[in-house]
């Protein structure tokens, strides 16, 4: 008796195993993807938009100032603000005179960035808390010989100051 050959491929060949396991990885990798793609989105509009007020603070474009109200659903787009340390804050009378950092006190909105920057010789620290209270752990640049950015996601009054110049001292308001 002959034995029947049969022509095509088996679900257990080799190629067929790793094409099912491809699509697999295909259509779970598309799922994941989308997900994270809905959820960065949800968390922009939550974040970023005032749900106390129903118009928002102004978008900058240029000159032009445009209110966006909570309804149209669109973000606000977050925006970086400098603060400057100041050649004087070296000495320890700055404070007395304002002359340590610019703005010393900064209103900003959630989900802006402020940027210290140092353009002074001497090495500075940006440390949440007070020199009284000591740091709050919130943020904390280390040395910083250029410039220290960071993000404010949440409401709120932050003081900060320098660990090295504790008489170098400011405070940032996140406001929605």
Same mark, same amino acid.
């Given at each position: %008796? ?9 679900? *257990?060949?080799?190629? @067929? ?12 990798? =598309? ?7 809905? =959820?960065?989105?949800?968390? %922009?509009?939550?974040?970023? #938009?005032?749900?106390?007020?129903? =118009? ?27 603060? *400057? ?21 900064? *209103?900003? &909105?959630?989900?802006? =960035?402020? &940027?210290?920057?140092?353009?002074? @010789? ?24 250029? #410039? ?5 996601? *949440? ?7 320098? /660990?090295?110049?504790?008489? @170098?001292?400011? /405070? ?5």
């Amino acid at each position: %008796m002959a034995k029947e050959e049969k022509h095509g491929m088996s679900l *257990k060949s080799p190629g @067929v195993i790793v094409g099912i396991i491809t699509l697999i990885v295909a259509i779970v990798g =598309t799922y994941v993807a989308y997900d994270i793609g809905q =959820t960065q989105i949800d968390i %922009m509009r939550n974040d970023k #938009t005032n749900t106390d007020n129903p =118009t928002t603070p102004p978008v900058k474009d240029g000159d032009n100032q445009t209110p966006i109200s909570k309804s149209s659903g669109l973000v606000l787009k977050p925006e970086t603000h400098t603060v *400057k340390i100041l050649p004087d804050a070296q000495d320890p009378l700055c404070d007395e005179t304002n002359g340590c950092i610019n703005p010393q006190t900064l *209103k900003i &909105r959630v989900g802006d =960035t402020v &940027r210290w920057e140092n353009d002074v @010789v001497d090495s500075y620290t940006i440390t949440g808390g007070d020199a009284k209270s000591g740091p709050n752990r919130t943020f904390s640049s280390g040395l910083i010989n250029d #410039t220290y950015s960071f993000e404010f996601i *949440k409401e709120g009054e932050y003081p900060y100051f320098d /660990m090295n110049h504790p008489w @170098v001292s400011g /405070m940032i308001i996140a406001e929605p």
